[in-house]
């Protein structure tokens, strides 16, 4: 068990790189992937039960404890990323698939991988965890809502589909994995260990399935949803943490919320995408898949060496 923990941790620390490598892999031998279409609902209720099996109750204490920080930092998450998304497509006359799948990862629910990259920041993790908890809990009911609203000007739009779509990819299983860790207790650890491994198997059969469909349309529009992608990003990233700053929170809570805001569950978007619209709708999440976990970990560093300015 002790070589699987080790083996697990190393793959999740190194999680862009095997999204990026699997990606790429995808992009040149689409046929050896394109089967695995079928498994990416599978697979992103696999990560999100993972999450259940790791959702403590402490994770919500910030929530009580400060109150308006999470709320501030689940308000900028949903006004920011799809405003932006919205902007872009606006500003850039995007064709229309490509313009809903801008849109579309833009209303997803904070990333996963935002944990990771706030505790490499020395960010505040406890808001971090928070923020992440509470929009994905969010997600099945202001995701579709904002979608709808933003996304029907290029393509029709139902709220009940999207919906149930969430609720069966993310509420259930996160449900199911808080019942399973109630059930078996001590025992889920053991689970728990190989969670990173698990999680970033998932992430990486859904980009490289997104990929592999959409292989054309890439090679055809890539740059273009590239560009977007950085855009949507880097604006993520700054408006989160200048809406910090504004607000007057603390370095470490700045760090929080510029992570928070800028990274997207992009497998949901991936998954949603390929669901109820189309496999060139999925690529803007497939390629913020990769591309926000380079910039994330970039961001980290840098937020690593800052120190709060000195009182006066």
Known sequence: MRA?????????????????????????????????APAIVPMLGIVMFGMGLTLKLEDFAEVARH???????????????PGVAWLLCQALQLPAEIAVGVILVGCCPSGTASNVMTWLARGDLALSVSIAA?????????????????????????FGALF?????????????????????????????????????????VIIAAVVAASQAKIAESGLLIMA???????????????????????????????????????????????????PLAAVPSALFSVWH???GATLSSWFRRLSDEPRK
């Open 164 to 204: 149930w779509s969430i609720l069966q990819a993310v509420l259930l299983p996160i449900a199911l994995g808080l019942v399973a860790q109630r059930l078996f207790g001590a025992r889920v650890r053991v689970v728990v260990e190989a969670l990173p491994l698990v999680s970033v198997i998932c992430i990486v």
């Open 67 to 81: 109150p308006w920080r999470v709320c501030l930092g689940v308000v900028a998450h949903f006004v920011i990323m």
């Open 228 to 278: 977007v992608v950085i855009l949507h990003n880097g604006f993520g990233f700054l408006l989160g943490y200048l809406a910090a700053k504004l607000f007057g929170l603390p370095l470490a809570q700045r760090k929080s919320l510029a992570l928070e805001v800028g990274m997207q569950n992009s497998g949901l978007g991936a998954a949603l995408a390929s669901a109820h619209f189309s």
């Open 293 to 295: 976990n380079v910039s």
């Open 4 to 36: 699987l923990a080790l083996l697990s941790r190393f793959v999740g620390n190194t999680f862009a790189l095997w999204v990026l490598l699997f990606a790429v892999l995808a992009f040149f031998a689409p046929q050896w992937f394109r089967p695995l």
């Open 134 to 158: 509470v929009t994905t809990l969010l997600a099945p009911l202001l995701t579709p809502a904002l979608i709808w609203l933003l996304a029907s000007a290029w393509l029709p739009v139902s």
